[in-house]
């Protein structure tokens, strides 16, 4: 049976606390068995303005979700209902709270917690992880209008052939539709983020998180009154953490103007002829002339972090 949670039945469990950069909450949703680490977590984590979660990893793949507010991942804006994937052993960060950010933090199987980069032990472990993939990507979802039946949007960046998938939908008010199937996924999250959910004589309102196990099948889906936007989020089978050393990059020719520089930590790719223009580095911009105090988008990690690849 699905594990369904509504945040009007979460919010006894929020605590608060003070770190370095301000007030910080955390409000259960599913709670992993304390007898099988290998059990779904699923958490919301909100923030007063400004403040920091440094950049660090996680030891298995997790999804993060905006509830509210707004912040960076990275340098990469985020926005409610956006969607960040990240798998395992991929360092990520820093993650800046602006006027204030909630997200939901969402795992198939249990982790024992962030991963600081700027602590020496931990960037060794991460150096000697064997088969290291890393991989994250933000991506908004679409919800669609509709006044009878249902829509589904799939996401383009956030799968694999492994069975990472997801997707958003939007059911009409009183109306029924199938989720996607999560049989070949290690486990699928659904965050009902508008309307309602209608499950077994009760109605669960946004925000509610539920999470189906692969061998469950397909949920069926009844909107309340008002109608439901769900977010459907499938785990790779993987499911853990990687043990098998990836093979090494292929060196580019060092041609300037055409090399392709690649981030050890966690993969992210500089190709001088596109340039960032974004950040004021124009196409064409070798790498010797990117200014030393530039550092990964999506894991802060410096210039010395970078090595010469060709990416197929």
Known sequence: MPQITAYEDAKATRKERQVPTGTAWRTNFIDPDPENAATPQAFLVEGTPGRVIKPHFHDYDQYQVIVSGDGLMGK??????????SRAHTPYGPILFGEGMGFLTLRAVKDGGAQYLDDPENRAKLDAVNNRDPFQVTEAPQF?????????????????????????????????????????????????????????????????????????????????SEGLDVLVLNFPRSGAAVQ????????AKNVPGTRVWQCMLC??????AKGMPDEGVAPGTLWEDVPETWYCPDCSASKSEFKMAQIA
């Open 267 to 272: 993969a992210f790719v500089y190709d001088e």
């Open 244 to 251: 098998a050393k990836p093979a090494a990059p292929q060196t």
């Open 76 to 85: 990469h804006q985020l926005t409610v209902n956006a969607v960040h994937y």
């Open 144 to 224: 669609k209008a509709v006044t009878s039946g249902a829509a589904i949007h799939d996401f383009s960046e956030i799968k694999d052939e492994q069975g990472l998938s997801s997707h958003s939908m939007s059911v009409a008010p009183n109306a029924k539709a199938m989720a996607p199937d999560p049989s070949d996924s290690n486990g699928q999250y659904l965050i009902v983020v508008r309307g309602s959910l209608l499950y077994q004589g009760k109605e669960y309102k946004a925000l509610t998180v539920a999470f189906v196990k692969p061998e469950e099948g397909r949920l069926e889906l009844t909107a309340g």
